[in-house]
């Protein structure tokens, strides 16, 4: 069964320190996509990227930056310089294909992120 | 832009009452899902819905149905409110691609408390 696993529950930072999100994943399949969600207070999950399993280039947006590696099963999420507003959950998911052929996403339990000015 | 809107962000319902959560996205998306998140389990799945009038279980619908009438629209019904219901509610859709690659877009959430 496919499994996403994110060990880290919360983490506390100082304003413009940089932070690492751990995400630990499993699956059979060969093909599969990754995503990062951020979730702020006001409860709404906001896309923030999505990774196919074939394309393990780093990927880098602002302040934001995700390290994929196969090797490792791991999609981890770093925030460079943290900001206040950056304080949220942060979900890892992994999408699965049901026997009907129809995508299902498997979550992570969430990291919460608290960035103190 | 994308847009999924919740017909409540807050509810407050009595044991045994039957629950209505109401989804309507613009996008003209084919998927939609109901997830349910709790602490220190992050997001399950309920129900989803890949066309009008069909519907699948998904990892924890025990207790829950949906209805999917309109594309636009999908409900969540709790046909007899329990305390162990009481939970954040969050609907999603996202367009029907080949493989795996939907990405599903959410609602804001419904925190839906059951006394």
């Known amino acids: 069964a496919q499994k996403v696993t994110q060990a880290q529950t919360e983490i506390s930072v100082v304003e413009k320190e940089d932070v690492t999100l751990d995400c630990v994943y499993e699956?059979?399949?060969?093909?599969?996509?990754l995503f990062w969600y951020k979730q702020p207070p006001s409860g709404e999950l906001v896309f923030l990227i999505r990774r196919n399993s074939f394309d393990e280039q780093n990927e880098i947006s602002g302040r934001y930056s995700w390290n994929f590696q196969k090797s490792t099963s791991s999609f981890n999420f770093t925030i460079t310089a943290s900001q206040v507003v950056d304080s949220a959950v942060y979900f890892c998911?992994?999408?699965?294909?049901?026997?009907?052929?129809?995508?299902?996403?498997?979550f992570g339990t969430g990291t919460r992120l608290l960035v103190s000015p | 832009d994308v847009k999924v809107t919740q017909s409540s962000r807050y509810l407050v319902k009595r044991t045994g009452e039957k629950v209505f959560l109401e989804c309507v996205q613009d996008?003209?998306?084919?998927?939609m899902f109901w997830y349910r998140q709790d602490p220190g389990l992050g997001l399950r799945l309920i129900y989803f819905s890949y066309d009008v009038k069909m519907k699948e279980k998904g990892d924890i619908p025990e207790g829950y149905s949906v209805s999917r009438e309109k594309k636009e629209r999908f409900s969540l019904i709790l046909e007899s409110a329990s305390t162990n219901q009481t939970s954040m509610y969050l609907c999603?859709?996202?367009?029907?691609?080949?493989?795996?690659?939907?990405?599903?877009?959410f609602g804001p959430g419904t925190r839906l408390l059951v006394l």
């Open positions: 998911a992994l999408s699965e294909a049901e026997n009907t052929g129809f995508q299902k996403l498997v």
């Open positions: 699956t059979r399949d060969t093909t599969y996509y």
């Open positions: 999603a859709s996202s367009p029907r691609m080949p493989g795996q690659k939907e990405t599903q877009y």
């Open positions: 996008m003209d998306h084919e998927n």
